[in-house]
């Protein structure tokens, strides 16, 4: 996600303490768990991440160092497809590889030949036994950036998310806004793509940070974090043309504790 990642849809993930953008969030800590299955057992799980840019993808990795194979044995991912698009999210797919992961290991593959890419596809096929779950750590590719820079879209505005409203105001690098849910403010840096922002409400008492990535589409998807600890998916859409949201950043901040001059010189 620091790199401009970001899941644009999912099969499903068992709650908010195995969200699926911990496959992508660089911290084995955390892990992806599928969802709950179905009357007939175990499915095949997919995965749609667009990158921030189109690549030249040379080495891929699957981790499951970390997950709960103990509780559940056979439960890291064992075979999955790769397949790669520089057309769009939902088409023109060219197979990269089928790889298998390691049980209790992290596991790298070396491409035959560079692939380009801004999508990303990921199937997983079989697990390593489990009747009911699969997890996995972390997904990783490598390459290099090629063609021109990439266009992000404009940021400023009101997102619908699942914790309410959300508005973002980006000036540069600098970043601040507000959401309705607990009047809370928001602050941080941002390329335009990748918002690494803290969270303050209830009066300042609560603050925390989240890593939230804006697609191509206008899709904010992210995790949020209190004391370090992860605690959950934080994602919504972009709301086009002027909206009215029950909060704005100015107040918010000085609802936290800001003070006038604090919020000027951010």
Same mark, same amino acid.
């Not at 939902?90 to 801004?118: H, N, T």
């Not at 974090?225 to 919504?236: A, C, R, V």
């Given at each position: 996600?620091?790199?401009g990642?970001?899941?644009?849809?999912?099969?499903?993930?068992?709650?908010?303490?195995?969200?699926?953008?911990?496959?992508?969030?660089?911290?084995?800590l955390? *892990?992806?768990?599928?969802?709950?299955?179905? =009357?007939?057992?175990w499915?095949?799980? +997919?995965?749609? &991440?667009?990158?921030?840019?189109?690549?030249?993808?040379?080495?891929?990795?699957?981790?499951?160092?970390?997950? $709960?194979?103990?509780?559940y044995?056979?439960? +890291?991912?064992?075979?999955?497809?790769?397949?790669?698009?520089?057309?769009?999210?939902?088409?023109?797919?060219?197979?990269?590889?089928?790889?298998?992961?390691?049980?209790?290991?992290?596991?790298?593959?070396?491409?035959?030949? =560079?692939?380009?890419?801004?999508?990303?596809?990921?199937?997983?096929?079989?697990? *390593?036994?489990n009747?009911?779950? #699969?997890?996995?750590?972390?997904?990783?590719?490598y390459?290099? =950036?090629?063609?021109?820079?990439?266009?992000?879209?404009?940021p400023?505005?009101?997102?619908?998310?699942?914790?309410?409203?959300?508005?973002?105001?980006?000036?540069?690098?600098?970043?601040?806004?507000c *959401?309705?849910? $607990?009047?809370? *403010?928001?602050?941080?840096? #941002?390329?335009?793509?990748?918002? $690494?922002?803290?969270?303050?409400?209830?009066?300042?008492?609560?603050?925390g940070?989240?890593?939230?990535?804006?697609?191509?589409g206008?899709?904010?998807?992210?995790?949020?974090?209190?004391?370090?600890?992860?605690?959950?998916?934080?994602?919504?859409?972009?709301?086009?043309?002027?909206?009215?949201?029950?909060?704005?950043?100015?107040?918010?901040?000085?609802?936290?504790?800001?003070?006038? $001059? #604090? &919020?000027?010189?951010?």
């Amino acid at each position: 996600m620091k790199n401009g990642g970001v899941i644009l849809a999912h099969t499903g993930q068992y709650d908010k303490e195995f969200p699926v953008n911990a496959m992508i969030e660089g911290n084995l800590l955390n *892990y992806w768990a599928s969802g709950k299955p179905g =009357p007939k057992g175990w499915t095949p799980q +997919s995965f749609v &991440i667009e990158l921030d840019r189109e690549y030249e993808l040379s080495r891929l990795a699957v981790d499951n160092r970390e997950i $709960d194979e103990k509780a559940y044995p056979g439960v +890291s991912a064992h075979k999955l497809r790769f397949s790669a698009s520089t057309e769009s999210s939902q088409s023109g797919w060219q197979p990269v590889s089928l790889m298998e992961a390691a049980q209790f290991g992290r596991k790298e593959k070396i491409l035959d030949k =560079p692939v380009r890419a801004r999508w990303l596809k990921i199937e997983i096929l079989s697990n *390593y036994g489990n009747k009911s779950y #699969t997890e996995i750590n972390e997904l990783e590719a490598y390459g290099k =950036p090629v063609g021109d820079e990439p266009h992000y879209i404009d940021p400023n505005g009101v997102y619908r998310t699942n914790y309410q409203l959300l508005k973002l105001q980006v000036d540069g690098s600098r970043v601040t806004g507000c *959401y309705e849910l $607990d009047k809370g *403010y928001v602050h941080g840096t #941002t390329n335009g793509r990748v918002f $690494d922002i803290e969270w303050i409400e209830h009066k300042g008492e609560e603050r925390g940070r989240a890593l939230l990535v804006l697609s191509s589409g206008g899709g904010l998807n992210g995790l949020w974090y209190h004391e370090g600890i992860m605690k959950g998916p934080w994602f919504g859409n972009k709301l086009q043309g002027q909206h009215t949201i029950d909060c704005d950043p100015v107040s918010a901040a000085i609802g936290v504790g800001f003070k006038a $001059d #604090t &919020i000027v010189h951010q």
